[in-house]
Structures are given as C-alpha cells and as structure tokens.
C-alpha cells in the first residue's frame, strides 16, 4: 500500500516540520524586530554606517564570524520559507545584509528596488511604530 511505503519517511517529514516551525517563529519574531533597529536611512546609497570602536583582533575575528554565520542562517533560512511560511524574501535580504563578500551592495540595492520589498519594509516599521525607509530614488 502507499501509505505503508511513506512511513519511513516520517522521521524526514518530522524534521521538516520543526524547520518549518523554527523558520515561522523566525519570521514572526526575529525579522521584524531587526528591520525596527535599522535606521530610516540605511538604504540611501553611499552612506555606510562608521566603523565600531577598535577592538583587539581576535574579538574582532570573533563579533566578524558570529556575524556571518548568523547572516548565512537568515539566508538559508530565507530560501526555505519561499516554499515554507515565513517571509522569504526580507529574511534573505537580512541575511545577505549580515554577510561579508564582494558585490554585498549592489545586489541589496538590487532586492530593495522591488517595491513589494519597500512596501514589506514599511509595513513592518509602521507595526514596530519606527518611521518609513528612506528610499534611494536614484538607485
């Protein structure tokens, strides 16, 4: 029977679900709460946020690697909820936001041209009561 034939895929189907879980409460609780502490201006091209105090190398290696690890997470974690609930695309982009390789900028101006993106943005600033993003019109 077909039925019989699925159950050894119950451990696999019970992992899908904890990510998918894990994934929504990510969505839910995490996105927007990052999108509130970004400032309204943090799009506008050329304006880069100033450097962090020194710090000693290795804590600095450190806050560099926690840092992209966490970004790479918000980016698979992205890719996942388009075919998982979640918000997929603002996910991706704060994880690509968090990682360090070249052409980081232009591909953020690339995904924050699309005016769903701006229109999820706000949206989530205009619940979280922070003022509206600031828009490159240039870009």
């Known amino acids: 029977m077909i039925i019989s034939g699925l159950s050894r895929y119950i451990p696999a189907l019970k992992w899908l679900g904890i990510i998918s879980f894990f994934a929504f409460?990510?969505?839910i609780l995490l996105i927007p709460w990052l999108i509130s502490l970004?400032?309204?201006?943090?799009?506008?091209?050329g304006k880069r946020p100033p450097p962090l105090?020194?710090?000693?190398?290795?804590?600095?290696?450190?806050?560099?690697l926690l840092r992209n690890i966490f970004g790479l997470v918000l980016l698979?974690?992205?890719?996942?909820?388009?075919?998982?609930?979640g918000?997929?695309?603002l996910t991706m982009l704060l994880g690509i936001s968090l990682l360090?390789?070249?052409?980081k900028h232009r591909l953020i101006e690339k995904l924050?041209?699309?005016p769903?993106?701006?229109?999820?943005?706000?949206?989530?600033?205009?619940?979280t009561k922070r003022p509206p993003f600031i828009w490159d019109k240039e870009a």
């Open 25 to 27: 409460m990510v969505s």
């Open 38 to 45: 970004l400032p309204p201006d943090y799009f506008i091209r």
């Open 53 to 64: 105090t020194p710090l000693p190398p290795i804590i600095a290696l450190i806050l560099i």
């Open 76 to 85: 698979l974690a992205g890719i996942a909820m388009l075919f998982l609930p």
């Open 87 to 89: 918000q997929g695309i």
């Open 100 to 103: 360090d390789f070249p052409g």
């Open 112 to 114: 924050i041209q699309q």
């Open 116 to 127: 769903s993106v701006q229109r999820g943005m706000n949206w989530i600033r205009a619940k």
